[in-house]
């Protein structure tokens, strides 16, 4: 049972997607890496979480209008997860990297201010193939990404 764990920080991300469209459909790659390290904490120390993934995504985009699209997406890819073990006295703090397959399925949508400038909101549902377990001071502690929610807002651009 996972129990007296802090969490201290959100992991705040950037992510990059490029696509091919074909009438209403696209296809494209996303890759995502963690820019702030969300901290989870213990009596024994704590623990900085990282994850860069890239996936293959294919969607269909719903035009309600030409500045509104709708959409909704499903892909597949790999993460790569680093933690980083920051011990008090009396234990002794590790690195570990773990790699997995990664599923994601996603809705959203794209508001465009001009032909070639918009905004996106996007929340996706992730799910790594083999999830990868945070352990310490022989306890697990995590289970990370067996499934996951999570939203971006940013901007987007078309050419």
């Known amino acids: 049972m996972l129990q007296d764990i802090g969490v201290r920080g959100v992991g705040v991300g950037a ?63 790999a993460a790569l997860y680093r933690v980083t073990g920051n011990a008090v006295a009396g234990y002794s703090g590790e690195k570990h990297s773990h790699s997995s397959g990664l599923l994601q399925i996603g809705v959203g949508a794209n508001f465009w201010f001009s032909e070639h400038v918009g905004a996106y909101i996007r929340l996706d549902a992730s799910s790594a193939t083999a999830a990868p377990s945070v352990r310490v001071a022989g306890r697990q502690i995590a289970l990370l990404e067996r499934a996951m929610i999570g939203a971006s807002v940013g901007l987007a651009l078309r050419l």
């Open 15 to 77: 992510d990059v997607f490029a696509a091919y469209r074909y009438h209403s459909c696209f296809l494209g790659a996303q890759g995502a890496t963690t820019l702030t390290r969300p901290q989870l904490e213990r009596a024994e120390g704590t623990v900085e979480l990282e994850r860069s993934a890239i996936t293959a995504r294919l969607g269909c985009a719903l035009p309600l209008s030409r500045y509104v699209q709708p959409f909704v997406s499903a892909g597949a890819g």
